[in-house]
């Protein structure tokens, strides 16, 4: 698999290169080299506010932590001191929606309390300290007169305009407050849903630092009651620095998720999911969160072949309310638009035409989704249209997409000229002379290289003795296990029952057969102190169950000298931990190996190509 870094020179996450010298602060005067860092420490209280038309609101309560090298400014009457959202999400039959926001609490006063560190520098309540924590109850985050609209704050600088145009209003029980429809918890139209409610802090300076990309903590909820009575209880604990869409993949490895860093902008997370319906059509589902982009989003178009059928397109978003200046309108879905055929693309009005169109804004998450009767491609690009002027336009997500054009060097048969010249020109090998998509099997082409004229490969080695790589997997003959049990080649037995012969790594044990795959989406989310790793499974565990191998180097290139290995509490986890820094100019860069019972190196997955092409190659771990 592609290593991931992180360092002082990885803008996003080179905010963990200050954690050692927040430690040693002795003031909160913010030095050359030295800023502070808000994050949500806990969601720690939760208040029920009442029920109007259908709609219940809450309210959550959280503490902030200062984990940065200075004092974070928090003063009362003026633009310097940040505004605080909240969010609820529901996970149910597969899909991850946000179902209920709230307007923004105002921060009026610092406290200096030691929920994050026991080393707080206390102030006067005009800022938060260094390492201090700062309650603010759910009383407090639902009171209404302190509440502001979304609408008024950049979140990607943390600027916002005071007094905020709502300051003192109040209203009946809902208003302003989180509102979620009782139709969207109740249990009986509910089963099996899960819950979850997240916390999301925005001021400027934090912001001007480039910190503001751990703002967000969630925590999962349990919701009970019927009728129009409806309460939620937390559970578990506060996931830090983790903004809600982590539940999702957390609880679903084959969900696939990207970070987008848009440039002088904020951060969107992208989450997809394609499910195999049993029918000859995948359902594809998307979230899109955006966490900070003042840019917004106004499309989301998906590539699909020429000549694959489209149906159940669907779309979600949240309600905005209490007077909130955005529109409500949903995002209609258009498969092969006029100007992008092969794609099925949804969109709010642009902003020339309205401003206050419904595009997806910071702090909120939507869904889009589609049946497809076409397989997925696990690498696929979707494009993401910015709602506001500026450059780039769009910003490409890697996601499950139905197979188009997947950039492999051949040619398959849901791609043509038009659709993929990236594969299909050259696929011929005479430069675009001989156009695999034409219909025709030209001489120079092959199943292997020109799926779409020539037919599909064989599904096994065919003939194990022709000499051919019938199945074109880069095998040929008895070099391929498809000929494990075949006359021709040496005829296994299968002496563990797993149905696998001659070239089973293990005919002892059925628990394992072959090598494991390489191990996908590798993700990496900074922390205060630590890095946080998740990934996903392989395609091919090669077994009934893998472990995982964390390895650390500081060079991308080089994963045999000088690398570590890191210890997993847990070695089955997909998730693991980096408690180390690195140094100013120090970049880590980390790959994770699957490995199962196999022995010895048999039951080491595969690492993907390095930067020359050839496997990559790593220490191995105890």
């Known amino acids: 698999m592609l290593p991931r870094s992180i360092g002082f020179t990885c803008c996003a996450l080179a905010l963990m290169t200050l954690s050692g010298p927040a430690l040693a602060q002795i003031d909160n005067v913010c030095d050359p080299g030295e800023s502070p860092d808000v994050i949500v420490g806990s969601l720690h209280q939760e208040r029920r506010n009442g029920e109007l038309n259908g709609i219940t609101a809450f309210s959550i309560g959280t503490t902030s932590c200062n984990v940065g ?69 759910s009383f407090l985050n639902g009171q209404q007169s302190g509440l502001g609209p979304r609408s008024e704050v950049n979140a990607s600088t943390g600027g916002f305009p005071y007094p905020f145009s709502t300051i003192g209003q109040t209203g009946d029980a809902i208003f302003k407050r989180l509102q979620v429809h009782n139709d969207d918890l109740d249990p009986a139209k509910n089963a099996g849903a899960e819950y979850f409610v997240e916390g999301h802090y925005i001021t400027a300076d934090d912001a001007a630092a480039n910190n503001a990309t751990n703002n967000a903590s969630y925590r999962s909820i349990t919701v009970s009651g019927s009728g129009s009575f409806f309460d939620i209880n937390l559970t578990g604990s506060t996931q830090r620095e983790r903004p809600a869409i982590f539940a999702w993949r957390g609880a679903d490895p084959t969900v696939k998720m990207r970070k987008l860093q848009i440039q002088n902008d904020g951060l969107l997370y992208v989450a997809s999911k394609a499910s195999n319906n049993g029918d000859g059509t995948w359902t ?73 169109a419904n595009a997806l804004r910071w702090g909120t998450l939507y869904n889009f989704r589609f049946d497809a009767d076409v397989a997925p491609n696990a690498g696929g690009d979707v494009f993401v249209g910015l709602f506001r002027p500026g450059t780039p336009e769009a910003v490409i997500g890697f996601a499950f997409a139905p197979l188009a054009c997947d950039n492999d060097g051949i040619c398959d048969p849901s791609e043509t000229c038009d659709t993929c010249p990236s594969d299909c020109v050259t696929a011929g090998g005479q430069g675009g002379a001989a156009c695999c998509g034409d219909g025709f099997c030209d001489p120079v082409e092959s199943s292997c290289t020109c799926s779409a004229d020539c037919g599909l490969p064989l599904a096994e080695e065919f003939v194990c003795n022709n000499g051919a790589d019938d199945d074109c997997d880069g095998l040929t003959d008895c070099a391929d296990g498809d000929c494990c049990a075949d006359g021709a080649c040496e005829t296994g037995i299968d002496n563990d029952g797993d149905l696998v012969a001659n070239c089973d790594c293990d005919d002892a044990n059925s628990q394992v057969w072959e090598r494991p795959g390489e191990v996908q989406d590798l993700l990496l989310t900074g922390g205060p102190g630590d890095t946080e790793l998740d990934w996903a499974l392989p395609t091919n565990l090669g077994g009934l169950q893998v472990t995982f191998s964390t390895i650390r180097s500081d060079s991308a290139g080089d994963f045999l000298t000088g690398s570590v290995c890191l210890p997993s509490a847990i070695p089955s986890d997909t998730r693991n931990v980096d408690a180390s820094i690195p140094k100013v100019g120090q970049i880590f860069n980390y790959l994770i190996r699957a490995e199962n019972a196999c022995p010895a190196a048999a039951g080491q997955g595969d690492l993907g190509p390095g930067p020359d092409g050839s496997q990559r190659e790593a220490i191995s771990c105890p």
């Open 69 to 137: 090298g200075c004092g974070l400014q928090w003063i009362d009457d003026t633009s310097e001191h940040p505004v605080i959202g909240g969010n609820m999400f529901r996970m149910k039959d597969g899909r991850f929606e946000q179902i209920g926001q709230s307007w923004l609490k105002h921060g009026f006063f610092a406290l200096s309390q030691g929920l994050c560190s026991a080393q707080c520098i206390s102030t006067n309540g005009t800022q938060l300290g260094v390492n201090c924590s700062d309650p603010y109850s």
């Open 284 to 356: 594809y589902e998307y979230a899109i969160h955006n966490l900070n982009s003042h840019r917004s989003v106004g499309s989301l178009t998906v590539p699909i072949p020429s000549g694959a059928t489209i149906t159940n397109t669907g779309f979600h978003d949240v309600d905005y309310h209490s007077g909130e200046v955005y529109a409500g309108t949903d995002w209609g879905a258009e498969v092969n638009p006029p100007d992008s055929p092969f794609s099925i693309r949804w969109a709010t009005d642009t902003f020339a035409d309205d401003p206050n």
